[in-house]
Structures are given as C-alpha cells and as structure tokens.
C-alpha cells in the first residue's frame, strides 16, 4: 500500500492549447486547419478500423469537419494532431478526464492512420503527452480502453502502463456493451519510463534500414507493476 505524504504536493495546472514538439512527431492543438490533411490520412483505412472502439465514426467529409468544428474547441478531452517528419499529418489524440486535484489525467480517442502506426511518431506522441503530464506534476496517467481491443491493449503494455483491471458493462458503444480494461502509469515509475522511451526513440536504436534495435516493450516491461493476463491468452 502506497502511504505516502502529499503534504507538499500540489494540483498541478490543465494543459494549454499549446504545440509539444519532439524529435520525431509535433502535437498541435487541433483546428480547422487539419481537416483536410487528417482527411488524407484517414482515407488509407479504406475498413474504418480506427473508429471501431470508439463513439463517433466513420465520417464523410462533412460529418468530420463538423466533428472537428466541436472537438477543437474543447478543453476534455484536448485533442492535438499529429504532424509526423514529413510534414503530413498522421491523426490525432487527446488529454482527457483531467482530474488535477487528484493528480490524475488520461490519454485516449487515439486515430492513428495506417501511415502513423507502428512508426516513431506513433510511439513519440504518447510520450510527448505522458512527459508533459508528469512533468508538470501530475501523480498518474491513465489509458482505457474496449476490453475487446486486443491492439489497445497491446500498446498500452508496450508503452509502460500497467494493468489495473477490466471494469464490466462499464458503458454502450455503437449499441453493444463495452467493458472496459484499465491501465496506468505513475509517478514513481516515470524515471524509468522516460529513460526507457528516450532509450528506444533515440536515432542510435535504429539501423541504416530503420529496423529498431531495442524494442520497447522490453525497455518498458521491467517497470510494469502488474502485466495484462489477457494478451498471454490463446
């Protein structure tokens, strides 16, 4: 049981509609400016596959620049865009049920398309969020999702969240019942969790093919307090 004392902690503040720049990937707060690029992006997920877990989605053109129109002005979830090296924009993800008096803030309503999964910018935008988070004090930085989203699973425990729980019947989805599988990193384990994400996304890990040397699930899975029993399922 963690018993710490908190008599010298403080709230940290809500995150600005600011850019995070990294090496690799570049969040900017999410505008009108976007559309058409992330329109581009999604347009490689010909199944829309992306939209599966969550509320919204597909969309035609109209229904996401409408849904963009809403979205961009929220402060939670905020939602930033991901412009990649290249310069395109790859989809978007959000800081959201933000919770500053408990020191508790959430990454989700990730669209990666095609183009952006499984790539540098993919695994540096979550890092850009959780290095924010943490940075700025905050205690604990979650990650939910659909129990059935075997992926989302995958990549919470690649990326150093640990596995609290599958809460049951937590909500409806697209008119069928979602449970919900929990995850989450805390303080006391960010220090390992940056080196281990700076480790892997530095230009070194990589040969002259791209292929990665170190993988992160192995740098992230020394840290993990408890691993997901369901991805060593058959």
């Known amino acids: 049981m963690n018993e710490r004392s908190l008599v010298d902690w403080a709230p940290p503040g809500l995150p600005a509609r600011a850019v995070l720049e990294g090496r690799y990937a570049r969040l900017e707060p999410l505008s009108r400016a976007h559309i058409a690029g992330l329109r ?3 347009r490689e997920d010909q199944s829309g596959a992306i939209w599966t877990y969550l509320p919204v989605g597909p969309f035609d053109d109209a229904g996401y620049a409408a849904w963009v129109d809403a979205s ?4 939670d979830p905020l939602h930033f865009a991901v412009r990649m090296a290249d310069g395109r924009l790859g989809g978007t993800l959000s800081l959201m049920r933000m919770a500053p008096l408990a020191g508790t803030i959430e990454t989700g309503w990730l669209t990666f398309a ?3 999964q499984r790539s540098r910018e993919a695994t540096e935008a979550v890092y850009l969020l959780m290095k924010w988070a943490f940075e700025v004090g905050y205690r604990r930085f979650e990650w939910k999702c659909d129990a059935a989203n075997r992926k989302s699973r995958q990549a919470a425990e690649r990326f150093g969240f640990s596995f609290e729980g ?9 008119g069928r019942n979602r449970d919900t ?3 989450a990193a805390i303080d006391g384990e960010w220090p390992a969790l940056r080196a281990a994400f700076e480790t892997w996304l530095a230009p070194e890990n990589f040969d002259v093919d791209g292929q990665q040397k170190y993988r992160l699930g192995d740098l992230t899975r020394p840290v993990l307090a408890a691993r997901d029993p369901a991805l060593s399922e058959n």
């Open 40 to 42: 581009d992006a999604h």
């Open 72 to 75: 961009r002005v929220l402060h």
């Open 114 to 116: 095609p183009r952006l």
């Open 166 to 174: 599958v809460f049951r019947q937590a909500s409806i989805v697209k």
């Open 181 to 183: 599988a929990w995850f």
